[in-house]
C-alpha cells in the first residue's frame, strides 16, 4: 500500500509569495493532520481533520495559515503571504481512527523562506 | 496539557552496543508512539505501544501506562540507527499528538 504521499519535497520561494502544499492521505483513513518541524519548537501539530471536516485548528500560527481537505484524498496547506520565519519542514500524516491507531507520516515538505 | 520529556537528550554509540531510551509523560494517556527519524528527514513509525511490550528485530519497547514511561531499547546498534528518536503521546481529552523533544542517537563505526 502506498504511504502517506507528499509534494512538493522541496519548496523555496521568496517572501510574500503563496505556497501551497499538498497530502494525500493513504486509502481508507479518516484522520488527516499537518505538523510543522522547527529546530525551537520541535513538532507541533497545526490541525487535523476527520472525514474532511476540520476538527480543531488551534495549532495554526496566523491567519495567514489556511488548510482545506475537499476530498477524503486530498488536502492542502496553503501560506498567504509567505514569511522567512515559516520555513520549516511541514508533515502530513494520517490514521484510522484518533486515540487507538498509530499515526503514519509522509516524507514532508521542506520549505525555505527567502 | 501533557509533559512529554525523552532522556537522555543526546546519546553516542560504538557500532554494536546496546541503549535504552526514556520517555515520561505528566499524564494517562490513551496513544504512544515511537518514531525514527533518520537523517534524511523520514519520520519513521517504530512502534505504537500504549501499554505493554512489543518487539520488532533488534528494537523493542515498554510501556508502563501506569507509571507513564516509555522504554525504547536498541540492541547491537548500527550506523543505520543514527537519527532522532521521538516518541509521541495522545489524550483522548486533549484530541491532539504532543511529541517529546526527541533523543539525537548517534551510532559510529
Known amino acids: 500500500d502506498a504511504g502517506v504521499i507528499q509534494s512538493p519535497r522541496h519548496e523555496v520561494t521568496e517572501m510574500g509569495q503563496e505556497v501551497t502544499l499538498r497530502c494525500k492521505p493513504i486509502?481508507?483513513?479518516?484522520?488527516l493532520f499537518w505538523y510543522r518541524q522547527t529546530m525551537m519548537r520541535g513538532l507541533e501539530l497545526l490541525i487535523y481533520?476527520?472525514?474532511?471536516?476540520?476538527?480543531?485548528d488551534s495549532g495554526m500560527p496566523e491567519d495567514r495559515f489556511s488548510a482545506k481537505m475537499p476530498n477524503a484524498s486530498f488536502s492542502t496547506l496553503k501560506i498567504q503571504p509567505s514569511e522567512p520565519r515559516d520555513s520549516a519542514v511541514y508533515f502530513c500524516?494520517?490514521?484510522?481512527?484518533?486515540?487507538?491507531?498509530?499515526?503514519?507520516f509522509g516524507d514532508g515538505t521542506r520549505l525555505s523562506i527567502l | 496539557g501533557i509533559q512529554v520529556e525523552q532522556s537522555p537528550p543526546d546519546l553516542i554509540l560504538q557500532e554494536g552496543a546496546n541503549s535504552t531510551l526514556r520517555c515520561n509523560f505528566s499524564?494517562?494517556?490513551?496513544?504512544l508512539q515511537w518514531f525514527h527519524q533518520n537523517p534524511w528527514g523520514q519520520l519513521i513509525n517504530l512502534f505504537y505501544i500504549p501499554s505493554g511490550t512489543k518487539q520488532n528485530g533488534r528494537l523493542s519497547a515498554t510501556t508502563v501506562a501506569t507509571e507513564r514511561y516509555s522504554l525504547l531499547y536498541i540492541s547491537s546498534s548500527q550506523t543505520t540507527d543514527s537519527g532522532v528518536y521521538f516518541c509521541a503521546v495522545l489524550k483522548t481529552s486533549y484530541d491532539k499528538v504532543i511529541f517529546g523533544p526527541g533523543t539525537s542517537l548517534s551510532v559510529i563505526p
Open positions: 486509502s481508507g483513513h479518516d484522520y
Open positions: 499524564d494517562s494517556v490513551n496513544n
Open positions: 500524516a494520517s490514521s484510522w481512527g484518533l486515540s487507538n491507531q498509530p499515526q503514519h
Open positions: 481533520f476527520n472525514n474532511n471536516v476540520p476538527i480543531d
